[in-house]
């Protein structure tokens, strides 16, 4: 059964940055489809990024874009979000999620593409 494990949140200053990261168990990550996700307090989850089997696909979020990179691992089941100049607006619990596809195919940034989930991992951007 697959399992995905988030990490690396924590408290930082604005314009600072973080990695998260998304461990895959239970699964090869080549035929996983991964997207983050993040959820305020008070709103709704949003996408903020998604990727595709092969990592030659990504999509972003445009409050983001610029800012977040994400990425790949396959080797090591790993999927990585790299968040620079972070805002106060990017607090938010973030979660991986997975979707297993046979075939190639594009991400979604959408939640209900995605069949498996993280538990999260809590980022707080403050001074």
């Known amino acids: 059964q697959l399992q995905l494990v988030e990490s690396g949140g924590g408290l930082v200053q604005p314009g600072g940055s973080l990695r998260l990261s998304c461990s895959a168990s239970g699964s090869t990550l080549d035929y996983l489809v991964i997207g983050w996700f993040r959820q305020a307090p008070g709103k709704e989850r949003e996408g903020v990024s998604c990727?595709?089997?092969?990592?030659?696909?990504?999509n972003y979020a445009d409050s983001v874009k610029g800012r977040f990179t994400i990425s790949r691992d396959n080797a090591k089941n790993m999927v990585y979000l790299q968040m620079n100049s972070l805002k106060p607006e990017d607090t938010a619990v973030y979660y991986c999620?997975?979707?297993?596809?046979?075939?190639?195919?594009?991400?979604?940034?959408?939640?209900?593409?995605?069949?498996?989930w993280g538990q999260g991992t809590q980022v707080t951007v403050s001074s």
């Open positions: 999620a997975a979707v297993r596809k046979v075939f190639p195919v594009a991400c979604a940034m959408t939640s209900s593409f995605y069949g498996s």
């Open positions: 990727i595709s089997r092969s990592g030659g696909s990504t």
